[in-house]
């Protein structure tokens, strides 16, 4: 089986998480400030592209990571705040509908719209929620950012 190679034209202004550890749920900072995205007043497709450094899966098999990209009607994401996209990542024992394999480093590609239910979603931001036992920690390492969909 051979694998796939994705990818993107990076568009620093698109960056919504810097490389770094996240051992605690949080939103995403770029250059140790809280990053939020202005998509502008139209619809937007595209995809968010992860690239994950390290992640920590220990004995105990319970570690999960959510990430999330949020869109909001708030440029401060401080109301009416919904998913627009998430990726799951972690041990297989608590991911549900996984790859029946503990996630590895590597590109995660996962598409999104800015829009929910009939309203699109002017503002997006990354939250990732970290659950289960961090014996090490270490957490999760990854970058992350928005690119245009290459069909």
């Avoid at 770094?20 to 007043?41: F, H, I, M, N, P």
Wanted: proline share 1%; charged share 15%.
């Amino acid at each position: 089986m051979s694998a796939i190679n994705h990818q993107f034209i990076y568009d620093a202004d698109l960056e919504l998480k810097d490389a770094g550890l996240v051992a605690a749920s949080a939103a995403a900072q770029v250059d140790s400030t809280a990053k939020v995205l202005d998509l502008g007043e139209g619809f937007v497709e595209g995809n968010l592209i992860v690239d994950i450094t390290a992640i920590e899966i220990g004995d105990e098999n319970d570690q999960i990571y959510t990430i999330i990209l949020e869109g909001s009607s708030s440029s401060t994401i401080a109301s009416t705040i919904v998913p627009l996209a998430v990726l799951l990542v972690g041990a297989n024992e608590v991911i549900v509908g996984g790859c029946d394999v503990d996630s590895i480093i590597g590109r995660y590609v996962i598409p999104f719209r800015n829009e929910c239910v009939g309203t699109v979603y002017r503002y997006a931001r990354l939250y990732t929620v970290v659950a289960g036992t961090l014996t090490t920690g270490e957490g999760i390492n990854y970058s992350a950012w928005l690119a245009k969909s290459n069909v």
